[in-house]
């Protein structure tokens, strides 16, 4: 694998990637892969839902501005890589969750039912790397949680895990043990779905991976 600023016979230096998000999850996951991205900068972005605007809908909006966002204030030869992920209940999105009582408000409407987890991956070049193509993918992943008593909704909000995390739990978590069932994408629900993920990398010029 050739990172930015190598050559190999035949190829041009490849651009820089860059993640726009700080978030640690995508990062490990990326590595998961074998990719360091050269520059890590989150998107300073409103993410406040539009009136009516459906999950899927918000999922791409937001990944997409955060990656155009990132892309403008970047003059070198680039790819932004953006993601956005949505936890859903049909057309319901739940919020991230910034406090207990947030986190507590998504748990009991999860408990014994199925959710649908959205994220949507956006690779953006910049403008002085014309080769560069956009590129969307989004994927969808069914969750079913257990029938959480409200002993275990105390006991999840007590290992702190849900800090920031939409819908209130991780994947990667405690949560993990009160999961009856998903189909889909496990690297999705975490934020950064892998296969879709290299698929949009594979299919730029000197791709990053092979």
């Known amino acids: 694998m050739t990172s930015s600023g190598q050559t190999q016979a035949g190829q041009t230096t490849a651009p820089l990637l860059v993640l726009a998000s700080a978030s640690p999850r995508r990062i490990a996951l990326l590595e998961q892969i074998g990719l ?8 300073n972005i409103d993410e406040t839902p539009t009136k009516g605007e459906t999950p899927r809908a918000y999922a ?3 990944a997409t501005e955060k990656a155009r966002c ?5 003059e070198d030869p680039a790819l932004v890589l953006a993601a956005d992920t949505v936890v859903a209940l049909g057309r319901r999105i739940l919020p991230k969750a910034e406090d207990r009582e947030s986190a507590r408000f998504c748990l009991e409407r999860l408990s014994g039912r199925r959710h649908t ?5 956006v690779v953006a070049p910049t403008a002085s ?3 560069g193509r956009h590129g969307t993918r989004l994927v969808e992943t069914a969750v079913t949680f257990s029938r959480l008593t409200p002993y275990q909704i105390d006991a999840l909000l007590d ?6 995390k939409a819908g209130g739990y991780a994947l990667q ?3 993990a043990g009160f999961i009856r069932a998903l189909s889909g994408s496990a690297s999705g629900v975490i934020g ?3 296969f879709e993920t290299g698929q949009l990398l594979r299919g730029q010029p000197g791709s990053w991976l092979a």
């Open 36 to 43: 360091v991205p050269d520059r890590v900068l989150p998107a």
């Open 60 to 62: 791409q909006r937001v």
């Open 70 to 74: 990132v892309a403008a204030t970047l």
């Open 117 to 121: 987890v959205l994220t949507c991956v």
């Open 129 to 131: 790397w014309p080769l």
């Open 159 to 164: 290992a702190g895990d849900w800090s920031g």
């Open 173 to 175: 978590g405690h949560a």
């Open 192 to 194: 950064l779905p892998l």
